[in-house]
């Protein structure tokens, strides 16, 4: 997955990290929100670089390392972790996805290539949608309409 020997310790530490009960992912999330208990959040964010991790590994193939993709997924961790609202009731996995995901396709976005890309929504969509479009094209497909380009 990863060559250098940082980024294999980064996964060792990864995967012996345990998993987080709903309730212990609460009072954890309170620690943190009420009174800025930074054990708290370490404990939040040590757990949860498993799906950083997972995330990371499927944007491998823009040929950028895995290493930054981590990375750039722990900014998202981190932006979630400062967002999240734990009244909600909801998981924190399934709110941080969103800010691990966001971060990575910016930092994907900002890096892939010399020439710099747009940022718009409608643009990112185009441009993480652009190999599956390719292949359907490839394959014989009928035309792609605008709406479907950007789905």
Known sequence: MMEDTAGRT??????????????????????????????????????????????????????????????????????????FEPEREVRFSTYATWWIRASMQDY???????????TSSAQKALFFNLRRLRARLANGAEPISNTSLYR
């Open 10 to 83: 980064m996964v060792r530490a990864a995967m012996k990290a345990p998993y987080l009960e709903r309730d212990e992912e609460h009072v954890l999330a309170l620690r943190w929100k009420q009174d800025n208990d930074q054990q708290a959040l370490h404990q939040i964010a040590m757990a949860h670089m498993r799906l950083v991790i997972s995330m990371a590994s499927k944007f491998r193939h823009y040929g950028l390392p895995l290493g930054d993709l981590v990375q750039e997924g722990h900014v998202g961790l981190l932006e979630a972790a400062a967002r």
């Open 108 to 118: 994907i976005l900002r890096n892939w290539s010399i020439v710099r890309g747009g």
